[in-house]
């Protein structure tokens, strides 16, 4: 089990905006990163410190995070952008730990 | 870089061993953590344990009691053990780095498949 719980599932149509969440006590404390996981291949890191994008990662995505709640967001959602998400965050004892992940599929 | 390296199947009870293979800085001097991450078939991503530059590590308490991480700088390699295998710890291991201040991993292997079998 995880303490960040994630929605299993997330549909979008191409063009229009996907939020995915990921939900824990205080998370708004910790700082969130996000996750793009397609079958076959190595984890992608899309977030970083709740709102932070790495170098090469495109500008329709973007992060918040407060209270319980740290939320994905990705703006004109494309087909390429269908994979699993997972939001990750660090536990008391400094081991990291992920959401259940989150199935994106763009209709 | 990362590149992992396991055995591919270990016998139910067995000991699993995997090393990932550093390239492009010295572990010591590049100030990274480092962990190992797996993800079973049909499941989510699961952190094992992490080992940051400085000796400490932190293991997940699932597994804790099974798991073990070190760091050889000598050979620059972050290698993993993990005790008493099942038929449940078949899945792909990543080796992965966390730069400075990152507090996410930027860097992944690209994955080695473990498969619990006898």
């Known amino acids: 089990s995880s303490d960040l719980a994630q929605p299993p599932t997330v549909s979008v149509s191409p063009g229009q905006t996907a939020s995915i969440t990921c939900s824990g006590d205080?998370?708004?404390?910790?700082?969130v990163c996000w996750y793009q996981k397609k079958p076959g291949q190595s984890p992608v890191l899309v977030i970083y410190?709740?709102?932070k994008r790495p170098s090469g990662i495109p500008e329709r995505f973007s992060g918040s995070n407060s209270g319980n709640t740290a939320t994905l967001t990705i703006s004109g959602t494309q087909a390429m952008d269908e994979a699993d998400y997972y939001c990750?965050?660090?536990?008391?004892?400094?081991?990291?730990?992920f959401g259940g992940g989150t199935k994106l599929t763009v209709l | 870089q990362l590149q992992e390296s396991g055995p591919g199947r270990v016998k139910p009870s067995e000991t699993l061993y995997l090393t990932c293979a550093v390239s492009g800085g010295s572990i010591n001097t590049l100030g990274y953590y480092w962990a190992w991450i797996r993800q079973s078939p049909g499941k989510g991503l699961e952190w094992i344990a992490t080992d940051y530059y400085t000796g400490e590590t932190y293991y997940n308490p699932s597994l804790k009691s099974r798991v073990a991480i070190s760091a050889d700088a000598s050979t620059n390699h972050i290698s993993m053990s993990l005790t008493s295998v099942t038929a449940a710890d078949t899945g792909v291991y990543y080796c992965?780095?966390?730069?400075?201040?990152?507090?996410?991993?930027?860097?992944w292997g690209q994955g080695t498949t473990v498969t619990v079998s006898s």
């Open positions: 990750q965050a660090w536990d008391s004892s400094a081991a990291g730990v």
């Open positions: 205080k998370v708004g404390d910790r700082y």
């Open positions: 410190q709740d709102t």
């Open positions: 992965a780095g966390s730069p400075p201040n990152y507090y996410a991993v930027a860097v």
